[in-house]
RNA sequence: GGUCUCGUGGCCGAGUGGUUAGGCAGCGGUCUGCAAAACCGUGUACAGCGGUUCGAAUCCGCUCGAGACCUCCA
C-alpha cells in the first residue's frame, strides 16, 4: 500500500522556523493536534469554516496516512474578553447581559449552533473537545505553577505574566517574530490607569468585580482565567507538556499563541509544541471577515443565501470545495463568481465518482496513467497540505473516467480498481466531500422518471419533437435534468 | 509609525531559475433531431522599472498597489 506513514514523507510549514519541515511526530504513530475552536457567543460565519476544514483535511489525512490522531479543538467560553488591555468586558457575560440569559445559556446555545454548521461540512468531530470554563482548576494550577516560578505578580486579586522578565531568559517574539523592544514602543499607553507593570503584560487570572457573574474562587478571590490560559492549560493536559501540531487562524498568532507559548515553557519547563500551523483569512472585497469588521457573513446566511452580498444559496460542500480549492496558508477571496465555479467543478467531480462505479473492465490493454495520478495526489498532499494541486490531480482522473465512459479508452482491471480506491480515497476520506442528496424518496421519483422517459421515448420515435421538448423543459423547470445519451435517457436533480 | 505577507490570463487559484497546473467562463470541433453532459483542440498570464544569469513569473534592488498583525476576531 502506498498510503502508509513510512511510505510518504508529509512536509509541512511550521510557522515556528517559517520553512517547510517534514513531520515527524513525537511518539509514532500517535499524535497530538489541538486547535483553537471558537468563542461561542454568537453564529458562526465563513471564517469559522476555514479553520474548520483546514484542521479537518490535516487530521482527516494524518488518519489516512496511518497516524492514531487525538485531535483536541477547544470551546472557548469565558474569559475572552470584549475590549481588553485586559479591561473590558467578557464577550460571553457581555452577550448574556444583553439577552437577559444566564452565560451558560449563550455557551450552550452557540455551541450547538456550531456543531451544527460544522456537521453541515461535512467536518469530523475532534476527540475530545473541552471547555475553557470546565478546566478552571487547570488553569488555576498552571497561573500558580507560573507564580511561583517568578514569571507573574499578583496585583489586588488579579495575576499577571511578566513580558519582560520572561523575555530576559526565554524569547517572546519566537513564534510571531515580534521585535520586544518594537512591542514595547508600539504597545498602547494605558496612562496609568492599568495594573500591570508593563503594557505588554497580560492577564492570566482576572479578578471578577461584583457584578461580573462569570466568577470562580481562586488563592487569589474570586475572578476568571485570561484567555490565553485556556489551550496552555487544555492541550497540557490532554496531550501533554510537549505535543506535535498547534493550529489555528492567523489571526490568533500574536498575541494569544506567543503568550500560550511564553506561559506553557514557564510552567512546564519546556516549549509546548512541535509544529506551529496556521489558517490564512477568507476576506471579502480584500478585506479580512471578522465580527468585528461587520461584514461576517454567518454559514445560515450562507446556506439560505441570505445576505446582500450573496446571488443565491450555496450548499455546504461549495463552501468546503471552494476553501479546498485554495492552499490554506493564503487568503481566499469569496465572490459569488468564484463559489459558483466552484460549486461546477465539484459537481463535475462528484459525478465522475457515480460514473465510476459503472465502468467495465477490459481485459489487455496498457495503462492509463492512474499510478501518476495517485503519486501526484499524494505528493501534493504531503507538500503541506497542498489541496489545490491535489484536487487538480482528481481532475485529470474525472478525464480519465469520463473518456472511459464515452468509449474514448479502455482500462484494465487492475487500474479501475486502483482508480475506484482512489477516488475514495481522496475525493471521500481526504477532502471529506459528500456525495449530493439523493434523498429518502429517490426512488419514487426514479420509478415515476423512467415512466416519464418511456413516455418521451416514444414521442421521440414518432419524431414528435414538440412534446419530447415540452416534457424536457418542464421538467427543468421542475429541477430535474434529462440528458439523451447512448444508451437511453438519464435524468439528475439540478 | 513598526513588523510581515502578497500582486499570475475574463474570474478563482497552483507553481518559485529552463519543461502543460487545475477549475469556471469563452471560442472551434466530435456526438445529438435540437439540447445537456462528456471528449478533443484552443489563451503572446505572471504589477512596473532596473539588475544578476546562457536563460527569471520564479533570485536581488527600487517604485506602485493591496492586505494582515501590532487591540477582541478563525
Known amino acids: ?27 509514532p504513530p500517535h499524535v497530538g493536534m489541538y486547535v483553537c475552536g471558537p468563542t461561542v457567543y454568537g453564529d458562526a460565519h465563513l471564517g469559522h469554516a476555514r479553520p474548520a476544514i483546514t484542521f ?12 492514531k490522531v487525538r485531535y483536541v479543538r477547544n470551546i472557548t467560553d ?33 455551541t450547538e449552533r456550531y456543531h451544527h454548521n460544522v456537521a453541515q461540512l461535512n467536518v469530523l468531530s475532534p476527540s475530545i473537545e473541552p471547555h475553557a470554563s470546565g478546566h478552571i482548576i487547570e488553569q488555576i494550577a498552571m497561573v500558580d505553577k507560573i507564580l511561583k516560578a517568578g514569571f507573574a505578580y ?31 514602543s508600539n504597545t498602547r499607553d494605558l496612562a496609568g490607569q492599568s495594573e500591570k507593570r508593563s503594557g505588554l503584560d497580560f492577564a492570566i487570572w482576572k479578578k471578577a468585580e461584583p457584578a461580573h457573574i462569570m466568577r470562580w474562587p481562586s488563592p487569589w478571590g474570586d475572578g476568571f482565567p485570561g484567555w490565553h490560559m485556556e489551550c496552555s492549560a487544555m ?22 499563541h506567543e503568550s500560550e507559548i511564553a506561559q506553557s515553557t514557564v510552567a512546564n519547563g519546556k516549549a509546548p509544541v512541535r509544529y506551529w500551523m496556521h489558517n490564512n483569512m477568507i476576506t471579502l472585497n480584500g478585506q479580512k471577515m471578522g465580527k468585528s469588521l461587520g461584514n461576517a457573513m454567518s454559514l445560515d446566511d450562507f446556506f439560505a443565501g441570505n445576505h446582500p452580498l450573496l446571488e443565491r444559496a450555496y450548499g455546504p460542500m461549495t463552501i468546503r470545495f471552494f476553501i ?6 493564503s487568503t481566499l477571496d469569496f465572490s459569488n463568481e468564484a463559489l459558483q465555479a466552484a460549486e461546477k467543478g465539484m459537481k463535475k467531480l462528484l459525478v465522475a465518482t457515480e460514473t465510476l462505479k459503472k465502468l467495465q473492465p477490459t481485459p489487455n490493454v496498457p495503462d492509463l496513467g492512474v499510478s501518476n495520478i495517485e503519486t501526484a495526489c499524494y505528493e501534493a498532499m504531503n507538500d503541506d ?46 477532502m471529506g466531500l459528500l456525495p449530493e442528496e439523493a434523498g429518502s424518496d429517490h426512488n419514487l421519483i426514479d420509478g415515476l422518471m423512467q415512466t416519464i422517459i418511456l413516455l418521451r421515448q416514444d414521442a421521440r420515435a414518432r419524431k414528435d419533437y414538440a412534446t419530447s421538448d415540452l416534457i424536457r423543459d418542464r421538467l427543468k423547470e421542475a429541477g430535474i435534468e434529462l440528458k439523451d445519451g447512448k444508451e437511453g435517457t438519464s435524468w439528475s436533480q439540478l
Do not use: W
Not at 56 to 67: E, Q
Not at 235 to 256: N, R
Not at 324 to 329: H, K, S, T
Open 78 to 110: 469565558v474569559g475572552h474578553l470584549e475590549n481588553d488591555a485586559d479591561e473590558g468586558e467578557d464577550k460571553i457575560a457581555r452577550k448574556a447581559r444583553l439577552e437577559s440569559l444566564e452565560p451558560m445559556e449563550i455557551v450552550h446555545y452557540y
Open 1 to 27: 500500500m502506498t498510503h502508509t506513514i513510512a511510505a510518504q514523507k508529509l512536509f509541512l510549514y511550521n510557522t515556528l522556523s517559517r520553512k517547510k519541515e517534514l513531520f515527524e511526530p513525537l511518539n
Open 385 to 430: 497540505f497542498n489541496s489545490p494541486v491535489a484536487i487538480a490531480s482528481l481532475f485529470e482522473a474525472v478525464r480519465v473516467i469520463n473518456s472511459v465512459n464515452d468509449g474514448h479508452a479502455q482500462i484494465n482491471a487492475a487500474e479501475l480498481s486502483q482508480l475506484t480506491a482512489l477516488m475514495q480515497a481522496f475525493v471521500f476520506d481526504i
Open 235 to 256: 492541550g497540557c493536559k490532554y496531550l501533554g507538556t510537549e505535543f506535535d501540531i498547534h493550529g489555528g487562524g492567523m489571526d490568533l498568532l500574536f498575541p494569544h
Open 154 to 184: 499578583e496585583v489586588n486579586g488579579s495575576v499577571y505574566f511578566d513580558v519582560e522578565k520572561y523575555h530576559r531568559q526565554h524569547h517572546y517574539g519566537i513564534l510571531s517574530g515580534r521585535k520586544i523592544e518594537d512591542l514595547i
Open 324 to 329: 479546498l480549492q485554495a492552499q490554506y496558508r
Open 56 to 67: 479537518d483535511l490535516v487530521y482527516r489525512y494524518l488518519t489516512h496516512l496511518g497516524y
